[in-house]
């Protein structure tokens, strides 16, 4: 069902904005507050759409509710893939770093580089992390996970 009311259409894609500025910063540590505090919009837009949708049928509201987590679902896992010493091999000790999947070699960092993956409910998780070279073999990957 199209949304009635632009204005409040208009809200609702700023609110997804978030959702491709997961990955920009450098690795943060994990924490629980900056997503209450990032989930907050998300409560305040459900609120608004209800009161503007009084007729909405449950899986209307479902579909609303699914649309509004999923942005707030892209950020944490945005997040918690970050959040691992491997994903910024430059901070990591060798012992930390991944080895080459192929040869056994341990990684080098070359640098960081910004990766989208979509995610369910086809958005897109900006991952900005550091992907690195195999010194023996020259494979190429963004370790963990590629
Ligand atoms: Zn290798």
């Given at each position: 069902?199209p949304?009635?009311?632009?204005?409040?259409?208009?809200?609702?894609?700023?609110?997804?904005a978030?959702?491709?500025?997961?990955?920009?910063?450098?690795?943060?540590?994990?924490?629980?507050?900056?997503?209450?505090?990032?989930?907050?919009?998300?409560?305040?837009?459900?609120?608004?759409w209800?009161?503007?949708?009084?007729?909405?049928?449950?899986?209307?509201?479902?579909?609303?509710?699914?649309?509004?987590?999923?942005?707030?679902?892209?950020?944490?896992?945005?997040?918690?893939?970050?959040?691992?010493?491997?994903?910024?091999?430059?901070?990591?000790?060798?012992?930390?770093?991944?080895?080459?999947?192929?040869?056994?070699?341990?990684?080098?960092?070359?640098?960081?580089?910004?990766?989208?993956?979509?995610?369910?409910?086809?958005?897109?998780?900006?991952?900005?992390?550091?992907?690195?070279?195999?010194?023996?073999?020259g494979?190429?990957?963004?370790?963990?996970?590629?």
């Amino acid at each position: 069902m199209p949304c009635k009311i632009p204005e409040s259409c208009e809200r609702m894609r700023e609110v997804g904005a978030w959702r491709g500025r997961v990955a920009r910063r450098k690795r943060e540590r994990l924490s629980a507050e900056r997503w209450s505090e990032g989930a907050v919009p998300v409560w305040t837009e459900l609120v608004a759409w209800r009161e503007a949708h009084p007729r909405a049928t449950f899986s209307e509201i479902e579909a609303e509710l699914d649309r509004q987590l999923t942005g707030m679902r892209a950020r944490i896992l945005g997040d918690l893939a970050l959040a691992s010493a491997t994903a910024d091999l430059q901070a990591a000790s060798v012992e930390e770093r991944p080895r080459c999947e192929r040869c056994g070699a341990v990684l080098q960092a070359q640098g960081r580089e910004e990766r989208g993956v979509v995610t369910q409910g086809g958005v897109e998780v900006r991952l900005e992390r550091s992907y690195a070279t195999c010194p023996r073999c020259g494979d190429r990957s963004f370790p963990p996970g590629r």
